[in-house]
């Protein structure tokens, strides 16, 4: 696995209805801040948007509260807001940003590869 140093966010990221809907949130500062800490983790593991731990692991929730100095119950309730706004999905137990490609260039993350 390569390790990804970067990531896009357009200059229109707060302008996006998700990210506002989550910014309104009690702790809304928190509900975007883990997004964007899961698309960082999911850049450095370069597997197509899931968010491992290692080679081919799948990071857990207490992996992630750890990692990201929350409570796993705070976590949780982040994760499935994330989950109902879409921006997130679980697939056989691994985390995956949805629509990853928007956040990457893929045709240089296939070379980099």
Avoid at 14 to 35: A, H, M, P, Q
Avoid at 64 to 87: F, H, P, S
Avoid at 100 to 107: A, E, K, P
Wanted: net charge neutral.
């Amino acid at each position: 696995m390569v390790e990804v140093h970067w990531f896009k966010i357009q200059a229109d990221i707060f302008d996006n209805e998700k990210i506002k809907k989550l910014l309104n949130s009690r702790d809304g500062d928190t509900y975007c801040r883990v997004w964007f800490q899961l698309l960082a983790l999911a850049a450095k593991c370069n597997a197509h948007g899931a968010v491992l731990l290692g080679e081919n692991i799948p990071i857990t929730i207490d992996d992630l509260a750890r990692i990201m100095n929350k409570t796993v119950n705070k976590l949780t309730t982040i994760m499935q807001q994330l989950v109902n706004l879409q921006m997130i999905f679980v697939e056989d137990g691994t985390i995956y940003i949805k629509n990853w490609d928007v956040y990457q260039n893929l045709d240089k993350l296939e070379k980099i590869k």
